[in-house]
């Protein structure tokens, strides 16, 4: 098992200002990922946070709007540039965690743009 | 790439009665099947697994199975407690760590 956890839980933003996401993984971390929940929906994979070089991004994604930095091997942020209502979300922090890889989830941070 | 479907969508069971979810998958490549179990307000929990070379496995009073030749593969919960309602995902993963999640299925527990 893993703790991750994910700093804000929740945040009320303006449109067009940009919203930090923190997560920290207490274990092993061979990958980590960002996923989008919308409420009452599924998870959609953003990108896999790769350490020292540029997350790889999932199709309809994009770094400029959500640009990910992972500086060692068990923190990661992702960053929500120039909001917009649109981008109202859960947003949710991953990891593999060795021994067999198995994937956990942080709490989520529910954001609200305005 | 993947393409995990779900069914059902929603689950009423009595306290005591067995569920099951079931989900299929479309890429034969997917070796591990994870099952998320995700609370109000709170991020999914992985409840159990199973790699393609099992084709069942059970902790307690969950199990998942497993047919690839069907590309298809189940949770089944057994006697059902108030605390099991919550979100089920259902997740297929083709490599890379990448996982594909199915659509959800609320299950709710009557007492």
């Known amino acids: 098992s893993a703790v991750i956890s994910q700093k804000p839980s929740r945040d009320i933003c303006q449109r067009g200002t940009s919203l930090t996401i923190q997560c920290q993984v207490d274990s092993q971390v061979t990958m980590m990922f960002w996923y989008r929940q919308q409420p009452g929906q599924s998870l959609t994979l953003i990108a896999t946070?790769?350490?020292?070089?540029?997350?790889?991004?999932e199709s309809g994604f994009v770094i400029d709007k959500f640009p990910i930095s992972r500086p060692n091997l068990t923190f990661s942020t992702l960053t929500v540039s120039n909001m917009s209502p649109e981008d109202s979300s859960i947003y949710l922090c991953s990891a593999s965690v060795r021994p067999n890889n198995e994937q956990f989830f942080g709490p989520g941070t529910r954001l609200t743009v305005l | 790439g993947e393409n995990v479907e779900q069914h059902p969508s929603t689950l009423s069971v009595q306290e005591g009665d067995s569920a099951v979810i079931k989900c299929t998958y479309s890429?034969?490549?997917?070796?591990?099947f994870p099952w998320y179990k995700q609370e109000l307000g709170k991020g999914p929990q992985l409840i159990i697994d199973i790699r393609s070379n099992v084709g069942e496995k059970k902790d307690q009073r969950i199990a998942v199975t497993l047919n690839k030749t069907a590309k298809h593969f189940s949770l089944h919960i057994t006697e059902t407690q108030p605390e099991d309602s919550a979100v089920y995902f259902c997740a297929a993963e083709t490599g890379a760590n990448n996982l594909f999640f199915g659509t959800g299925t609320r299950l709710t527990v009557i007492p």
């Open positions: 890429d034969s490549a997917s070796n591990y």
């Open positions: 946070a790769n350490q020292g070089s540029e997350a790889t991004y």
